[in-house]
């Protein structure tokens, strides 16, 4: 397939409903280049974005009305934030400023003329952390409820393209899933296969956080950290689900060199559906007889049980050592080159 | 929208959707004679954050509350960890209290330069002030989205967020912060890293937002010397702002209480490096955390029968309420009104600009924006002497019990102003949260008393030009206090 280019642009509508707009704080992160570039370069314009756009006010109520009418043309559809349907169904607890109408129904209206809707982040995609406990917004993702499909467009939604809604998840995303999956749509790259099971981009999705986690080498002979600051491997005792949790978080850095177990707390999967209810607080690993419940990807019980005792038996000093320590207390052994 | 339809010549605009705040914002206005006569401050969005945390296991506020806000959630990190720490009665080691601020800062630093090149300055690159002599140099500058100094800040902040990709992890939402210090331990490696991005950080501001170093900034002292840097000083966008600001009056637009509020910032072994205090009808005092009360007579809320301590507080929504014109409730210290952010900081800190300029004319469209400017370049400098302060061998963070019962209050200053949350732990579990937000206190709505908000106060009188829908008087005003809907309300 080759990159079409776009020579009329493409055109980008943003609205934020029950989030913290930490998604569009994030997209701001974006580097190398900065995002204004990126977006230029990719002939993306935003029609209009709630922190970049100057029409405020009426101009921008008649702007989104406008697109509402098809008088403009829409590409994208980006919604950050859940959708809340509360109280009593009424949307109310979300009114589209200046506009007297549930920003829900504004939604509705808009994705009907969008040629792709684009959930920017975990609230939109499912609901998220808007969504939890006892929900009191009564929130919901664009087209799901959690782990079931449904939400605020329905199960049975497509737009133009064809395509369902593309789940950019992540609380917040990273800003690089946000800005490659708005290029790969206009380039005209992104196809049904090219989403996973949950609907997210699958070139950040296919991947766990667990790879390229530094890490792993704890993880292999079951060094585990006892307490935050600890070095060690976070999946026995801190919660971390890194091996369950699709993302590329260690293998693309965040702000420069980050991610969150680089930044020595356990990755709490919030990529995925309902990661706001863990069902256990999410620093500890719920355990039955010692072991932990949430296994990794694909791997079947008894090999992890089996693999784990060997493993924790032959951990050498070093590592048994650094895991439970907020630095590297035993080097590797330098090793005379001559002798190898 | 405007509805003329008043008899006595009152028209009533309502102004939404209010962008480039963070967050929802809706504002009615009462208009008569050309200029604002009561203005009413609406947060259209509802998500009940406090109700969230009920039944959570304590830690968990570690990860909801910084998900309130994505532009001060390390900020909501912090107060989350505070409200632990008195819970569990720990103390942070000094390098995690220290790193914390680091972050805090970072936070913070970007906050007012997103503010001022993104949310505040484009406002004067609209064609509505095309005639005026600096119109040109504003539109090269700022227009949404293009202008270039916008694009030079985009990327200056995201290379200052390097300095919470590498202590934290990642931005927004981390959870390096804990009750005892912070997660990740900073090698003498990191602390060259750090110098190195805080270094780039300060050349871009140096050269482009102030045009002088970031010590000349700091140690402005006279309203006279901006006068000077405004005719003869070095060009850059504080100079084109001292020009706009001047056109156009800004010192005269805008004036609430006067009355100031902080929790006092990045704590020391000494105490806070910005510290707490109140400035109310000409007198300098301390904070009597105890005097804080949120009344409910005009939220949509249930409990309005008197004002609740935030130990005592509940946030049930009233979804039929017709009384209440917004979610936001409306804090009190006193009973009164108090307007927080950064020129209530720099004012505390005795900052001499500061003070002079509150002498002058109060808290005003102008001042704000000063407060934050002087604060953006004396946070930075303080944030180089954190870095070196670090001791990488010594403890980065400690360890404490939970007990079962207790409670614990955190209270700090987000970029926007006073931060609190107040939390109630029985069986182990959080019973109550309750949050005040800064822009809950600037933003608040009408009390029991009837007396408006910082922001309905500082509106009233903004001139309405002949046609306006949005006014532009009342979109500088509403900015200049760098509002955060979302936390409003949260
Ligand atoms: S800390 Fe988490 S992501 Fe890292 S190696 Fe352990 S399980 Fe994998
Ligand atoms: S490491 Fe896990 S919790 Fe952290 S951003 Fe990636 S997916 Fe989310």
Same mark, same amino acid.
């Given at each position: ?13 943003w609205l934020q409903s029950g989030g913290c707009g930490g998604c569009t704080m ?23 974005h709630p922190s970049l756009s100057?029409?405020t006010g009426?101009?921008a ?19 950050e934030g859940a959708?809340l ?7 109310r607890f979300h009114v589209l400023a200046g506009t007297?109408?549930p920003t ?19 609230c ?5 952390v808007t ?6 917004a009564?929130a ?201 | ?13 309502i102004v939404g959707p209010f962008n480039r705040v963070e967050g929802d914002l809706e504002v009615r ?10 203005a009413f401050v609406s947060s259209p969005l509802f998500r009940g954050f406090e ?14 509350a910084p998900r309130i806000c994505g532009i001060c959630s390390?900020s909501q ?34 906050d007012?330069?997103t503010h001022?090149?993104l949310f505040f ?51 927004p ?19 060259? *890293? @750090? ?7 300060? $050349?871009?501001?140096? /050269?482009?937002?102030? #045009?002088? !170093? =970031?010590? +000349? ?77 949120e009344?409910?007579?005009f939220a949509r809320m ?13 946030t049930?929504p ?6 209440g014109y917004t979610w936001c409730k409306a804090p *009190? @210290? ?5 307007e927080t952010g $950064?020129?209530?900081? /720099?004012?505390?800190? #005795?900052? !001499? =600009?500061? +003070? ?12 704000r ?45 987000a970029a926007r102003g006073a931060l ?15 949050i005040i937000a800064p822009t809950t206190w600037n933003f608040s709505p ?7 908000g910082p922001l309905e106060?500082a509106l ?10 949005t006014? @532009?008087?009342v979109q500088?005003i509403v900015r200049s206090f760098d509002p955060c809907m979302v936390c409003t309300v949260h």
């Amino acid at each position: 397939m080759t990159v079409q280019s776009r020579a009329h642009g493409f055109n980008v509508l943003w609205l934020q409903s029950g989030g913290c707009g930490g998604c569009t704080m994030s997209l701001l992160c974006a580097e190398a280049p900065d995002l204004l570039t990126t977006l230029d370069f990719a002939g993306i314009r935003l029609l209009w974005h709630p922190s970049l756009s100057e029409e405020t006010g009426t101009e921008a109520v008649e702007l989104l009305g406008a697109v509402a009418r098809g008088d403009i043309r829409l590409d994208a559809l980006c919604v950050e934030g859940a959708l809340l349907r509360g109280p009593n169904g009424t949307g109310r607890f979300h009114v589209l400023a200046g506009t007297g109408r549930p920003t829900i129904e504004w939604v509705r209206d808009l994705a009907a003329v969008a040629e792709h809707v684009v959930a920017v982040g975990t609230c939109a995609a499912y609901g998220g952390v808007t969504a939890a406990g006892a929900n009191p917004a009564d929130a919901c993702g664009l087209q799901y409820d959690g782990r079931r499909e449904g939400g605020a467009l329905g199960a049975a939604f497509r737009s133009r393209s064809g395509l369902p809604v593309i789940n950019i998840a992540g609380c917040p995303t990273h800003p690089n899933w946000i800005t490659e999956t708005l290029m790969l749509l206009s380039a005209g790259l992104l196809g049904a296969d090219d989403l996973d099971a949950y609907r997210r981009p699958r070139f950040y999705a296919d991947h766990l956080v667990h790879h390229g986690c530094p890490r792993n080498e704890y993880y292999e002979y079951k060094a585990s950290a006892e307490k935050l600051s600890d070095l060690g491997c976070m999946m026995e005792h801190l919660g971390c689900l890194g091996t369950q949790a699709h993302a590329d978080c260690n293998t693309r850095p965040w702000n420069g060199e980050g991610s969150c177990t680089r930044g020595g707390y356990a990755c709490i999967n919030c990529t995925a559906p309902e990661f706001e209810e863990p069902g256990h607080p999410y620093l500890a690993t719920p355990k039955i007889a010692g072991i932990p419940v949430g296994l990794p990807t694909d791997m079947p019980k008894a090999w992890f049980i089996a693999l784990s005792s060997l493993a924790k038996a032959a951990t050498p000093e070093r590592l048994r050592r650094n895991a439970v320590s907020d630095h590297v207390v035993m080097p590797p052994t330098v090793r005379d080159i001559k002798r190898r | 929208m405007r509805d003329a339809s008043a008899k006595d010549g009152t028209a009533r605009l309502i102004v939404g959707p209010f962008n480039r705040v963070e967050g929802d914002l809706e504002v009615r206005l009462e208009v008569a004679d050309g200029a604002v006569r009561a203005a009413f401050v609406s947060s259209p969005l509802f998500r009940g954050f406090e109700r969230i945390l009920e039944g959570r296991d304590p830690f968990d506020a570690l990860v909801i509350a910084p998900r309130i806000c994505g532009i001060c959630s390390v900020s909501q990190s912090q107060a989350a960890a505070l409200a632990l720490a008195q819970w569990q009665g720990l103390a942070p080691t000094a390098n995690g209290r220290i790193a914390t601020n680091l972050l805090v800062a970072a936070e913070n630093v970007a906050d007012h330069l997103t503010h001022f090149h993104l949310f505040f300055m484009p406002d004067f690159a609209r064609a509505a002030y095309a005639d005026r002599p600096w119109f040109a140099a504003a539109e090269a500058r700022f227009k949404a989205g293009r202008g270039t100094s916008a694009r030079r800040l985009i990327e200056a902040r995201a290379t200052l967020m390097h300095v919470l990709g590498l202590l934290a992890g990642r931005w927004p939402h981390t959870l390096a912060i804990q009750p005892g210090g912070v997660t990740r331990r900073a090698e003498p490696r990191d602390q060259m *890293r @750090l110098l190195a991005t805080l270094g780039a950080v300060r $050349a871009t501001l140096e /050269q482009t937002l102030y #045009g002088a !170093p =970031l010590e +000349r900034i700091s140690a402005l002292a006279d309203p006279r010397e901006l006068e000077a840097w405004r005719a003869l000083g070095p060009d850059g966008d504080f100079r084109l702002f001292l020009e706009i600001a001047a056109d156009l009056d800004l010192t005269h637009l805008g004036r609430a209480y006067d009355r100031f509020l902080s929790f006092g910032a990045y704590p020391g072994e000494e105490g806070p490096h910005y510290p707490a205090g109140t400035f109310a009808d000409g007198v300098l005092g301390g904070v009597d955390e105890a005097a804080i009360a949120e009344d409910h007579t005009f939220a949509r809320m249930e409990d309005r029968a008197a004002p609740h301590h935030p130990f005592a507080g509940s946030t049930i929504p009233d979804g039929f309420d017709e009384t209440g014109y917004t979610w936001c409730k409306a804090p *009190r @210290l006193a009973g009164q009104p108090f307007e927080t952010g $950064a020129l209530a900081r /720099q004012f505390m800190d #005795g900052q !001499p =600009l500061a +003070r002079a300029l509150v002498a002058a004319g109060g808290g005003n469209v102008f001042s704000r924006v000063i407060g934050r400017l002087i604060e953006t370049a004396r946070t930075l400098i303080a944030m180089e002497g954190w870095v070196r302060a670090l001791e990488p061998a010594e403890p980065w963070c400690a360890h404490g019990t939970n007990p079962s019962e207790g409670r614990g209050a955190g209270l700090t200053e987000a970029a926007r102003g006073a931060l609190g949350h107040w939390m109630e732990v029985r069986n182990g579990r959080i019973a109550r949260y309750q949050i005040i937000a800064p822009t809950t206190w600037n933003f608040s709505p009408r009390d029991a008393a009837g007396v408006p908000g910082p922001l309905e106060a500082a509106l009233v009188g903004a001139p309405v030009q002949e046609g306006e829908t949005t006014p @532009l008087s009342v979109q500088h005003i509403v900015r200049s206090f760098d509002p955060c809907m979302v936390c409003t309300v949260h």
